[in-house]
């Protein structure tokens, strides 16, 4: 059972992603499945409940995103570096092109699914905010930053580190925006004016 899910998720993923919610069509997920319409149905009562499956099933991704936040800033070596090679992971993990696409389609459904968009949001990005803010936390506790809310901290670095790239990525599209030597500059950049603003005057 749980194999033939995961099969109709997997063939529904690129349906949702190339067509929309509207233009998606049980008959192409079920033909893509190699599945009987009747069984994509026996798994999924309708097609909302497809979407909302695929939606919150990358939300596992995010499992990634925090277990490298805390292996990278839990540990004694140069800040400057390991936040310069955290923001390149971020960068990594946030410009991959099929995220960048599910993230078009849950912003172009979020009048129509609401609650899906802000669980999609709660459960993944916000979740990363999170770890993020109490890693920077435990830097200020061992005074190498200086901070008054973690929490802002941690949206200000995103925010430095995604606000060009991820704008640029969902409006123009394509996978070939920046190259590897673009994406380590800009990770260094959003690293270096983090510092800039929060670093303790030990650490800077």
């Known amino acids: 059972m749980a194999r033939k899910r995961a099969q109709i998720v997997e063939a529904a993923r690129p349906v949702?992603?190339?067509?929309?919610?509207?233009?998606a069509s049980m008959d192409e997920v079920a033909a893509l499945a190699s599945v009987s319409k009747q069984t994509v149905y026996k798994h999924?009562?309708?097609?909302?409940?497809?979407?909302?499956?695929?939606?919150?099933?990358?939300?596992?991704?995010?499992?990634?995103?925090?277990?490298?936040?805390?292996?990278?800033?839990?540990?004694?070596?140069?800040?400057?570096g390991d936040l310069r090679t955290l923001a390149r992971g971020f960068l990594g993990a946030i410009l991959e092109p099929d995220l960048l696409r599910l993230r078009r389609?849950?912003?172009?459904?979020?009048?129509?699914?609401?609650?899906?968009?802000?669980?999609?949001?709660?459960?993944?990005?916000?979740?990363?905010?999170?770890?993020?803010?109490a890693a920077f936390c435990r830097l200020a506790e061992r005074g190498a930053l200086r901070l008054d809310d973690p929490e802002l901290a941690a949206e200000h670095f995103v925010g430095l580190l995604l606000?060009?790239?991820?704008?640029?990525?969902?409006?123009?599209?394509?996978?070939?925006?920046?190259?590897?030597?673009d994406l380590d500059r800009l990770a260094e950049a959003a690293a270096a004016a983090f510092l800039r603003a929060y670093a303790s005057r030990e650490t800077a």
Request: aromatic content about 12%; overall charge negative.
């Open 16 to 23: 949702f992603l190339r067509n929309g919610y509207v233009g």
């Open 44 to 80: 999924f009562t309708d097609k909302e409940q497809l979407f909302t499956s695929i939606i919150m099933d990358t939300t596992a991704q995010v499992e990634g995103l925090t277990k490298m936040i805390t292996a990278t800033l839990d540990g004694d070596g140069d800040l400057a």
């Open 163 to 181: 606000w060009i790239p991820v704008n640029k990525a969902m409006f123009r599209g394509g996978n070939d925006l920046y190259t590897e030597t």
């Open 105 to 133: 389609l849950v912003m172009a459904e979020a009048e129509r699914f609401p609650d899906l968009g802000r669980t999609w949001y709660e459960q993944g990005f916000e979740r990363s905010l999170k770890t993020l803010a």
